[in-house]
Nanobody, 118 residues
């Protein structure tokens, strides 16, 4: 069965860095667009970044552009989110998602908490 397991979240001070990982199994990883989303308390879930199956095209939300970088390793069936210069407003549960190109639905991980606070 499909599994997406996120890791790497935690508590970090403003200005710090974290790298999130999402290990995938149960589907042909390289055929799927992978994306990171986040949901803060009381807010809707929002797209943070996405990457195509080959990794050749990426997209980052304006709020994280220049600070976050999505990447993937198709040999390891893993997608990453490198987060630098973290701000308190980045505090949220971060989810990874796998979706076929052109489809909005897909598979979700269970989420990992990121808290940015001094």
């Amino acid at each position: 069965q499909v599994q997406l397991v996120e890791s790497g979240g935690g508590l970090v001070q403003p200005g710090g860095s974290l790298r999130l990982s999402c290990a995938a199994s149960g589907f042909t990883f390289s055929s799927y667009v992978m994306s990171w989303h986040r949901q803060a308390p009381g807010k809707e879930r929002e797209l943070v970044a996405a990457i195509t199956g080959t990794g050749g095209v990426t997209n980052h939300a304006n709020s994280v552009k220049g600070r976050f970088t999505i990447s993937r390793d198709n040999a390891e069936n893993t997608v990453y989110l490198q987060m630098n210069s973290l701000k308190p407003e980045d505090t949220a549960v971060y989810y990874c998602k796998a979706s076929r190109p052109g489809y909005s639905n897909g598979y979700w991980g269970q989420g990992t908490q990121v808290t940015v606070s001094s």
